[in-house]
């Protein structure tokens, strides 16, 4: 075993070895050093030293070049890699500037020729400490560099934004347990991409990921497609059918749209969410199934709810675990990077060469105020990528976004004449519709924002033949 001795200050945390084979140079390092609040070893050679190496680490080390059994050099060659993180500091007697260098080259980081005062020792040991702080720094700038370079990612979702890198770590962690979601948000958010990532984070990532929108199938086909049938359980029923719930045990059903899903069939979806038991239609016998339900909706179910739209039951089934996606107006530093990544998926689909976007183009997707959200974005450098003849898309191939006159349309109708009335009227349909695009198409809630009554709010709607 290595022969080591100790010295222990009161206040730092700082290793530090020292490896001298004269026995009055280590106590005097060690004495030194310890009165100056470092945590000191000490090794009679580098073969001792390395030993030590063996156990532990250091933050720095002051090495004797001459002694027996293994010099300073062959310890730093020996150490290798094992002094990534430690700053070497050489001593010698008998040094040259050769030496010094080749020393340097070895991966030393400073040389101190003997004999040396003490205030050179703790000198030299500020330098190298000042030298840690700098590359402490760097390296965190550079991770912080490299984070806003490139946006983090769930999924096939990217994004840059506080709001989404919230939104990103609650799917990582909501994956890994089997409990029902429910993803809000408008359309064109990423209600399914998320449910994706979410499945894919999970145990169940290697197991079938199943979508079915519930506003896009008949109301008399949407129970035999979520739970099958048995052959001649109706007109055309000419054999067995297994329904989604089945063919996605083991892994996730994605109920899309969950706010249109009839109410007959909320009843059997309740069933489910509690015992895991489906009933095919034309049968009396249940069947276990181990299908998790990610559900998703643009309305406000809550709301739903309340107005008897929605079972509130099967809403507090569904609502264990809410994720509210943010729509792209609320996060343009997501715009970017998302443009970035349209334009390579698109340039490699098509097969055509585009380097970037013009400035004056950028500025026009970010004055946008995209009320399809990402999934607007999407297909507008889509179709830019088909339609440009240039390596950089440039502004006209984004005619009319972004401009003053889009959103302000509505205050161009009032002030179109000098009417008070027809004025009026005008800013009365303007904030009706933008209250009820706010609250998705909640009457209720819409009538509470602009400070009337519900049978005020249908009477106005009505009048001014607004759905």
């Known amino acids: 075993m290595a022969a080591m001795n100790s010295v222990h200050g009161n206040d730092n945390h700082t290793k530090i070895l020292v490896v001298d084979d004269e026995a009055n140079m280590r106590h005097m390092l060690s004495a030194l050093l310890g009165d100056a609040g470092y945590c000191v070893d000490?090794?009679?050679?580098?073969?001792?030293?390395?030993e030590l190496l063996e156990t532990g680490t250091y933050d720095y080390i002051f090495?004797?070049?001459?002694?027996?059994?293994?010099?300073?050099?062959?310890?730093?060659?020996?150490?290798?890699?094992?002094?990534?993180?430690?700053?070497?500091?050489?001593?010698?007697?008998?040094?040259?500037?050769?030496?010094?260098?080749?020393?340097?080259?070895?991966?030393?980081?400073?040389?101190?020729?003997?004999?040396?005062?003490?205030?050179?020792?703790?000198?030299?040991?500020?330098?190298?400490?000042?030298r840690e702080s700098l590359k402490r720094e760097n390296r965190a700038l550079k991770f912080r560099l490299e984070r806003?370079?490139?946006?983090?990612?769930?999924g096939e979702m990217i994004a840059e934004s506080r709001s989404m890198q919230a939104v990103f770590e609650l799917g990582k962690r909501v994956a890994q347990y089997d409990i029902t979601v429910l993803i809000t948000g408008q359309s064109g958010t990423g209600k399914e991409l998320m449910a994706r990532g979410i499945h894919t984070a999970g145990k169940r990532g290697g197991q079938p990921f199943i979508p079915v929108?519930?506003?896009?199938?008949?109301?008399?086909?949407?129970?035999?497609?979520?739970?099958?049938?048995?052959?001649?359980?109706?007109?055309?029923?000419?054999?067995?059918?297994?329904?989604?719930?089945?063919?996605?045990s083991g892994g996730t059903l994605f109920l899309d749209e969950i706010g249109d899903l009839p109410m007959s069939l909320q009843v059997k979806l309740l069933r489910v969410l509690q015992d895991s038991q489906i009933r095919p239609v034309g049968t009396t016998r249940s069947k276990t199934v181990d299908t998790r339900i990610v559900a998703a909706t643009s309305k406000d179910l809550a709301a739903q709810a309340e107005q008897g739209n929605f079972r509130e039951d099967l809403f507090y089934r569904l609502n264990v675990m809410p994720i509210h996606l943010p729509p792209l107006v609320e996060r343009s530093e997501d715009i970017a990077s998302l443009v970035q990544f349209f334009i390579e998926?698109?340039?490699?689909?098509?097969?055509?060469?585009?380097?970037?976007?013009?400035?004056?183009?950028?500025s026009l997707l970010m004055q946008h105020s995209w009320p399809g959200n990402v999934r607007e974005l999407e297909n507008v450098i889509e179709r830019a990528v088909v339609?440009?003849?240039?390596?950089?898309?440039?502004?006209?191939?984004?005619?009319?976004?972004?401009?003053?006159?889009?959103?302000?349309?509505?205050?161009?109708a009032i002030a179109a004449g000098f009417s008070l009335k027809s004025g009026r009227q005008a800013l009365e349909q303007v904030l009706i519709q933008k209250a009820l695009a706010e609250t998705g198409g909640n009457r209720t809630r819409a009538a509470r924002l602009l400070e009337i009554s519900h049978p005020s709010l249908l009477s106005k709607m009505k009048t001014y033949g607004i759905g």
């Open 42 to 50: 000490t090794s009679a050679d580098g073969r001792a030293a390395l």
């Open 213 to 248: 929108n519930c506003a896009g199938i008949p109301e008399n086909l949407l129970e035999s497609e979520l739970f099958g049938h048995k052959k001649g359980a109706f007109t055309g029923a000419d054999r067995d059918y297994k329904g989604l719930f089945e063919a996605a």
């Open 63 to 130: 090495c004797d070049i001459r002694m027996p059994s293994m010099d300073g050099m062959a310890f730093l060659e020996a150490a290798g890699s094992r002094l990534a993180e430690t700053s070497v500091i050489m001593m010698s007697a008998y040094g040259t500037i050769d030496t010094a260098v080749e020393a340097m080259k070895k991966g030393a980081y400073d040389y101190i020729s003997k004999p040396f005062k003490p205030d050179e020792i703790l000198l030299a040991l500020k330098k190298a400490e000042e």
């Open 148 to 154: 806003i370079a490139q946006p983090r990612q769930f």
């Open 387 to 412: 339609l440009a003849e240039e390596p950089e898309l440039d502004e006209d191939l984004f005619a009319g976004l972004g401009r003053p006159e889009n959103k302000n349309s509505g205050l161009d």
């Open 345 to 362: 998926r698109y340039q490699a689909r098509f097969e055509k060469k585009i380097t970037g976007i013009s400035a004056r183009a950028m």
